[in-house]
């Protein structure tokens, strides 16, 4: 990434988080909540104009987990009534409205408490969790998060498979090879620094 923000990567036009963002504020399932953690002001100020709680995860370097309970904690502290939460990271880019409207059908349809995308060989984000597993996901430390307990409750999993999911940006080769890849397939640019 080279000095670059991962999260204000521009691509089709939107810069990654905001992107993300708004796919999950188009879902109208509930409130969104976007933890910021490095770059938190250039972030914050990307997402300014939207319909989001911001929260602060000044534990960021410590791993994913302090992320996920710094915005479950926020959740949960103005939402006790929620079904369910949706965890979602920014840095993958072919998440889109049409995967996360049937990830909750498939949550509302099947008598399961977690629905987890497949892909590779993995089960992982986006990932939606039923609210009995809020506390479970509380509990976690260092980047155990949500693929540990997917792992652990296998038999109240519901999986959805999203090989696009397998594109995560999350080091200067992804996203070089990202570039590469989908610059070759478009007559424009996808990925750029802005």
């Known amino acids: 990434m080279g ?5 204000l990567l521009v691509y089709k036009g ?3 988080v905001r992107r993300t963002v708004e796919t999950a504020i188009a879902l109208q399932s509930g409130p969104v909540v976007v933890v910021l953690g490095a770059n938190r002001d250039q972030i914050a100020t990307e997402l300014r104009t939207l319909p989001v709680t911001l929260v ?3 534990a960021w370097p410590t791993g994913q987990a ?3 309970k710094t915005g479950l904690a926020a959740l949960y502290l103005t939402h006790k009534d929620i079904d369910a939460v949706l965890v979602l990271h920014i840095d993958q880019p072919m998440v889109s409205l049409g995967l996360l409207l049937h990830m909750r059908e498939v949550w509302q349809d099947e ?4 629905v987890a995308c497949r892909y ?3 089960l992982s984000v986006p990932a939606l969790f039923d609210r009995k597993y809020i506390d479970e996901l509380l509990q976690q430390k260092d980047d155990k998060g949500v693929k540990w307990v997917i792992g ?3 038999d109240d999993c519901t999986e959805v498979p999203f090989q696009a999911g397998a594109v995560d940006l999350d080091s ?3 996203i070089e090879l990202f570039r590469q890849a989908y610059l070759a397939a478009s007559s424009g640019e996808l990925l750029s620094d802005e």
């Open 3 to 7: 000095g670059n923000i991962k999260q």
């Open 14 to 16: 939107q810069t990654l």
């Open 56 to 58: 602060d995860n000044s």
């Open 66 to 68: 302090s992320s996920l």
């Open 111 to 114: 008598d399961k408490g977690i």
């Open 120 to 122: 590779d060989t993995q």
């Open 152 to 154: 652990r409750h296998r």
């Open 172 to 174: 200067p080769r992804d």
